[in-house]
Protein backbone atom coordinates (compact mmCIF):
# COMPACT_ATOMS: atom_id res chain seq x y z
CA UNK A 1 0.00 0.00 0.00
CA UNK A 2 1.24 3.44 -0.51
CA UNK A 3 1.86 5.81 1.77
CA UNK A 4 -0.69 8.19 1.09
CA UNK A 5 -3.32 5.77 1.40
CA UNK A 6 -2.59 4.79 4.74
CA UNK A 7 -2.52 8.38 5.90
CA UNK A 8 -5.55 8.84 4.40
CA UNK A 9 -6.93 5.13 5.93
CA UNK A 10 -5.65 6.79 8.96
CA UNK A 11 -7.51 10.03 8.74
CA UNK A 12 -11.10 8.50 7.99
CA UNK A 13 -10.09 5.66 11.54
CA UNK A 14 -9.45 8.96 14.20
CA UNK A 15 -12.45 10.63 12.68
CA UNK A 16 -14.82 7.42 13.06
CA UNK A 17 -13.35 6.51 16.59
CA UNK A 18 -13.86 10.10 17.44
CA UNK A 19 -17.12 9.95 16.21
CA UNK A 20 -17.45 6.63 18.34
CA UNK A 21 -17.08 8.85 21.09
CA UNK A 22 -13.67 7.77 21.65
CA UNK A 23 -11.35 10.26 23.66
CA UNK A 24 -9.39 12.18 21.20
CA UNK A 25 -6.08 11.22 22.52
CA UNK A 26 -6.77 7.48 22.77
CA UNK A 27 -8.02 7.48 19.09
CA UNK A 28 -4.89 9.42 18.00
CA UNK A 29 -3.02 6.69 20.11
CA UNK A 30 -4.91 3.32 18.39
CA UNK A 31 -4.37 5.20 15.07
CA UNK A 32 -0.67 5.52 15.34
CA UNK A 33 0.21 2.16 16.72
CA UNK A 34 -2.17 0.30 13.69
CA UNK A 35 -0.28 2.42 11.29
CA UNK A 36 2.77 2.07 12.39
CA UNK A 37 2.52 -1.38 12.90
CA UNK A 38 0.96 -1.53 8.94
CA UNK A 39 3.97 0.19 7.73
CA UNK A 40 6.48 -1.40 10.04
CA UNK A 41 5.80 -4.16 11.56
CA UNK A 42 4.07 -4.86 15.22
CA UNK A 43 7.14 -5.62 16.88
CA UNK A 44 8.93 -2.39 15.68
CA UNK A 45 5.42 -0.59 16.38
CA UNK A 46 5.32 -2.08 19.82
CA UNK A 47 8.73 -0.93 20.56
CA UNK A 48 8.12 2.73 19.70
CA UNK A 49 5.17 2.99 21.79
CA UNK A 50 7.00 1.34 24.83
CA UNK A 51 9.65 4.10 24.36
CA UNK A 52 7.02 6.87 24.07
CA UNK A 53 5.47 5.34 27.37
CA UNK A 54 8.67 5.30 29.21
CA UNK A 55 9.31 8.59 27.97
CA UNK A 56 6.25 9.86 29.41
CA UNK A 57 7.09 8.91 32.95
CA UNK A 58 10.12 9.90 33.63
CA UNK A 59 11.62 13.31 35.46
CA UNK A 60 13.23 14.73 31.92
CA UNK A 61 9.40 14.92 30.14
CA UNK A 62 9.76 18.53 31.54
CA UNK A 63 7.30 19.76 28.24
CA UNK A 64 4.46 18.07 29.10
CA UNK A 65 4.03 19.02 32.36
CA UNK A 66 3.85 22.50 31.58
CA UNK A 67 0.67 21.85 29.45
CA UNK A 68 -2.01 21.63 32.43
CA UNK A 69 -0.67 24.69 33.84
CA UNK A 70 -1.02 26.56 30.40
CA UNK A 71 -4.72 25.21 30.17
CA UNK A 72 -5.20 26.25 33.59
CA UNK A 73 -3.54 30.02 32.71
CA UNK A 74 -6.33 30.10 29.91
CA UNK A 75 -9.60 29.36 32.19
CA UNK A 76 -8.37 31.51 34.66
CA UNK A 77 -7.84 34.22 31.83
CA UNK A 78 -11.16 33.45 30.24
CA UNK A 79 -13.56 33.33 33.46
CA UNK A 80 -12.36 36.81 35.10
CA UNK A 81 -13.06 38.55 31.89
CA UNK A 82 -9.12 39.17 31.47
CA UNK A 83 -8.77 37.89 27.59
CA UNK A 84 -12.10 39.56 26.58
CA UNK A 85 -11.09 42.85 28.48
CA UNK A 86 -7.54 42.15 26.56
CA UNK A 87 -8.76 41.49 23.15
CA UNK A 88 -10.98 44.74 23.28
CA UNK A 89 -8.36 46.95 24.44
CA UNK A 90 -6.32 45.08 21.51
CA UNK A 91 -8.84 45.77 18.94
CA UNK A 92 -9.32 49.31 19.62
CA UNK A 93 -5.69 50.01 19.79
CA UNK A 94 -5.41 48.39 16.23
CA UNK A 95 -9.21 49.52 14.77
CA UNK A 96 -8.83 51.51 11.44
CA UNK A 97 -5.95 49.38 10.11
CA UNK A 98 -5.81 47.21 7.65
CA UNK A 99 -6.08 43.60 9.21
CA UNK A 100 -7.52 45.17 12.33
CA UNK A 101 -8.91 42.01 13.36
CA UNK A 102 -5.56 39.60 13.29
CA UNK A 103 -3.37 42.56 14.52
CA UNK A 104 -5.85 42.78 17.24
CA UNK A 105 -6.47 39.02 18.20
CA UNK A 106 -2.83 38.21 18.09
CA UNK A 107 -2.16 41.47 20.46
CA UNK A 108 -4.43 40.01 23.15
CA UNK A 109 -2.66 36.90 22.63
Do not use: H, K
Not at 80 to 105: H, K, V
Request: proline share 2%; hydrophobic share 60%.
Amino acid sequence: MANEFIGLLGLLAVLLLILARIPVGAALGITGLVGYAVMDGWQFAFDAAGQAGAYLVTEDAYGLTVVPLFILMGVVATRSGMSAELYNAANALFSGMRGALAMGTIGAC
